[in-house]
């Protein structure tokens, strides 16, 4: 399966809340706080974080546990 880029980490902005995007780059840094895994996603316009919570979905943040 292709995924193809719909924004850049560093040009979302509140019109993406609650809406599918797909933002591709490097993990900078991963940050494990229990049931909650911040990380920060980085391409060549800026960085995003991704935050991953266990009570919502846990096969998703077993996938994050591995980044």
Same mark, same amino acid.
């Given at each position: *399966? @292709?995924?193809?880029?719909?924004?850049?980490?560093?040009?979302?902005?509140?019109?993406?809340?609650?809406?599918? +995007?797909? +933002? *591709?780059?490097? $993990?900078?840094?991963? @940050? &494990?706080?229990?049931?909650?895994? %911040?990380? &920060?996603? @980085?391409?060549?316009?800026?960085? $995003?974080?991704? $935050? %991953?919570?266990?009570?919502?979905?846990?096969?998703? %943040?077993?996938?994050?546990?591995?980044?």
């Amino acid at each position: *399966m @292709r995924h193809k880029r719909t924004d850049y980490c560093g040009k979302l902005s509140e019109k993406a809340i609650n809406k599918k +995007v797909t +933002v *591709m780059g490097w $993990v900078q840094r991963r @940050r &494990d706080h229990g049931k909650l895994i %911040f990380i &920060d996603l @980085r391409d060549i316009s800026g960085i $995003v974080q991704i $935050v %991953f919570d266990y009570e919502l979905d846990s096969s998703l %943040f077993s996938t994050a546990e591995e980044l």
